[in-house]
């Protein structure tokens, strides 16, 4: 180590400034602990003043799209930014931080959580590294971030999203949890948060933009794709009970957790809560008739989804757990 000659009671400016420089280390920019993506990525207008989204692609999360598979989005107040979601890599974390910088330098204050599955909580470390923000989340997210499914997911993503998912990834716990619903004011806008499940998730959450009119429903409407429905924690018919309550906040613009925002509310609606009854009815059909679910499932005409995305990743799961529910219902009453 460089030693410096006190004796005079004058140390030299070039000395400690080179001193410094050999002993501490060059400290990495926040932003470049993740790697950078190079998919196309922007913010979109939804025709509301001051609020935009991040419209992801359709599919399952791999190397092609690099995960950015979910929505998320972002409201710019007098008083700073409350976000909705934070996409599914750490990476695009960052990324949407950089364009919401593009937009405002005031803060980002709070993001609100849809549910913790990981296409939408992974960018939350970017916005812990390089924000203040409170993460705000519904009290039964703790059941699936504690189940051996969320430890599983995130081993899958690391081996599937290598390097923008990695070993470095960690899952960011909320700092402040509701149970039915959750007001908050930030400048000129109120945000309504509202308890929406167990639907898709243990712990699903929306929330409404006001003035505006705009609804962040996460994962409870999904448009233009297969929904994911194959987990125990999924309740099909909690879930179709929120697509009511979705249609009792009636939106102006509705920003789904997949799929393109819309002004055409009731098609976005309608296309989630469809698929949801259609499977049900189907394979309630089979457990009421003692058909089994291969026999089931080939039977059934698919050909309204087969040719959406995700359809071959998901659909025959999606009808299996919903098959297992039926069955547990039946054997239930009787």
């Known amino acids: 180590m460089m030693k410096l000659d ?60 690099e995960g950015y598979t979910s929505n998320a989005g972002f409201v710019v107040t007098n008083k700073g930014v409350v976000v909705f979601d934070a996409l599914g890599t750490p990476s695009l974390g960052a990324a949407m931080l950089k364009e919401i910088r593009k937009q405002t330098h ?21 916005f812990k590294a390089m924000t203040d923000a409170e993460v705000i989340a519904q009290k039964n997210t703790s059941v699936y971030i504690s189940s051996p499914d969320a430890e599983e997911r995130l081993k899958q993503r690391q081996n599937a999203l290598a390097p923008w998912v990695n070993e470095t990834t960690r899952v960011v716990l909320p700092d402040l949890t509701f149970k039915d619903e959750l007001f908050l004011n930030s400048g000129n806008y109120q ?43 999924v309740d099909t018919a909690n879930w179709m009970k929120a697509i009511e309550k979705v249609k009792a906040l ?47 499932y080939q039977s059934t005409d698919w050909s309204r989804y087969e040719g959406l995305p995700a359809f071959d990743a998901s659909n025959k799961a999606n009808a299996y757990r919903v098959y297992l529910d039926m069955e547990q219902q039946a054997l239930g009453s009787e």
């Open 250 to 296: 009636n939106p102006v613009v509705l920003i789904p957790g997949h799929g393109k925002a819309s002004t055409n509310v009731m098609e976005a609606l309608n296309f989630t809560y469809g698929y949801l009854n259609f499977v049900r009815e189907k394979m309630k059909n089979a457990v009421d008739n003692w058909t089994p679910f291969e026999e089931a």
């Open 191 to 233: 945000f309504k948060i509202y308890n929406a499940g167990p639907a898709h998730a243990p712990g699903d959450s929306m929330m409404m933009v006001e003035p505006g009119g705009v609804l962040f429903s996460g994962d409870i409407i999904q448009q233009g794709r297969v929904p994911f429905l194959n987990s125990a924690q």
């Open 106 to 126: 005031l803060p980002v204050t709070h993001i609100i959580v849809s549910h913790y599955h990981a296409d939408h909580v992974y960018g939350l470390q970017a």
């Open 6 to 65: 006190p004796s005079n009671g004058v140390f030299s400016i070039s000395a400690l400034i080179a001193l410094l420089m050999i002993e501490l280390p060059v400290m990495a920019a926040p932003e470049s602990q993740f790697p950078d993506i190079s998919i196309p990525f922007g913010a979109e207008s939804v025709g509301i003043d001051n609020v935009y989204y991040f419209h992801g692609q359709s599919g399952v999360p791999d190397q092609q799209n």
